[in-house]
């Protein structure tokens, strides 16, 4: 009788035994499978985010690009006779913080201080140039020292007439940032050597982790 009893007692502890290891690996079974799941589905609205950023910053830049013949064809032009269209050039452009006519190597009329004479080289290292650029500077007009975006359009095979657009990144970026998903804390935009961060600022490609 008492073998019995054991033989009983041995038998339900192995069943009990063998459904928590069921249970357990039928937890984590379904625990994995959710986690791919939702990681899939996480990567997904990173992508459909970053999308959405890219298409915003496209529709940001776009009107910049629209505005590019109209601009060019104000070159060599007195600045008194100019100057009221650039100023309102920019203010129609959302996040164009200024624009300057470069003549013969010398920024000679601003949207913001009107009648000017500067050697643009000591405004902005990178120009002149005779193809157009885009990349990441500092603003040395304005507000000094911040990070902007610079767009360059030459109006002369030598590079020395051109149009200078000076874009506010931080404001660039906020936009951009409006059409991100819960998921990403932050963005960056890298032109050249250059890397805009938000909260970071500009950063150099070789300082960048990885």
């Not at 928590?20 to 990567?43: D, G, M, P």
């Not at 975006?149 to 660039?172: F, K, R, T």
């Not at 906020?174 to 250059?194: M, Q, R, V, W």
Request: include cysteine.
């Amino acid at each position: 009788m008492q073998t019995a009893q054991k033989v009983i007692t041995t038998y339900r502890r192995k069943r009990i035994l063998v459904c928590l290891l069921v249970a357990l690996l039928t937890l984590t079974t379904t625990l994995v499978i959710r986690f791919i799941s939702q990681r899939s589905l996480n990567q997904q609205r990173v992508q459909l985010s970053t999308n959405k950023m890219v298409a915003a910053m496209d529709n940001i830049l776009r009107p910049l690009a629209a505005q590019h013949a109209t601009l060019l064809q104000l070159v060599n032009h007195p600045c008194q006779d100019v100057h009221l269209t650039l100023r309102k050039l920019a203010a129609s452009l959302q996040t164009v913080r200024s624009i300057a006519l470069v003549q013969s190597d010398l920024l000679y009329c601003s949207s913001i201080f009107g009648q000017r004479n500067i050697p643009v080289h000591q405004l902005q290292p990178a120009l002149p140039a005779n193809h157009a650029l885009l990349t990441f500077s500092y603003d040395a007009s304005l507000l000094k020292g911040t990070p902007v975006l610079i767009q360059w359009y030459p109006a002369s095979l030598s590079g020395a007439d051109g149009v200078l657009l000076v874009i506010n990144i931080e404001l660039l970026g906020e936009l951009i940032f409006n059409a991100k998903s819960p998921l990403i804390t932050g963005i960056g935009l890298s032109i050249g050597d250059k890397s805009f961060i938000s909260g970071s600022g500009l950063i150099k490609q070789e300082s960048l982790p990885g």
